[in-house]
């Protein structure tokens, strides 16, 4: 079975960069076709897809976060890594990583971690 855990980066302040790091278990994260994923949860609100890096080392982000929002991955340790700079109240939420498959001609997020919360503040 695949697994995908989140780290947990604790309290964050404003204006620092958070660094989330997804370790994957079951599944090579080089694996075709699958896109390694982070999504977002605000309190309260829906999930908010943040980006993905693809099994080819590609990356797409939200437009909204693009500039502030950098994926990468460590082959070697099978792990994929979000690092969101200039944090504010805003970005508090709960942060998912999962993997989006693109196998059998469909597209959907058939793997999840647990989800680890950050919360941005003084």
């Known amino acids: 079975q695949v697994q995908l855990q989140e780290s947990d980066p604790g309290l964050v302040k404003p204006s620092q960069t958070l660094s989330l790091t997804c370790t994957v278990s079951?599944?090579?994260?080089?694996?075709?076709?699958?896109?390694w994923t982070w999504i977002r949860q605000p309190p309260g609100k829906g999930l908010e897809w943040i980006g993905y890096?693809?099994?080819?080392?590609?990356?797409y982000y939200r437009p909204s976060l693009k500039s502030r929002t950098s994926i990468s991955r460590d082959t070697s340790k099978n792990q994929f890594t979000l690092q969101l700079s200039s944090v504010t109240p805003e970005d508090t939420a709960l942060y998912y990583c999962?993997?989006?498959?693109?196998?059998?001609?469909?597209?959907?997020?058939?793997?999840w971690g647990q989800g680890t919360q950050v919360t941005v503040s003084s």
């Open positions: 999962a993997r989006l498959s693109l196998i059998d001609g469909k597209s959907g997020y058939d793997y």
């Open positions: 890096i693809t099994y080819s080392g590609s990356t």
């Open positions: 079951g599944d090579s994260i080089t694996t075709k076709y699958y896109y």
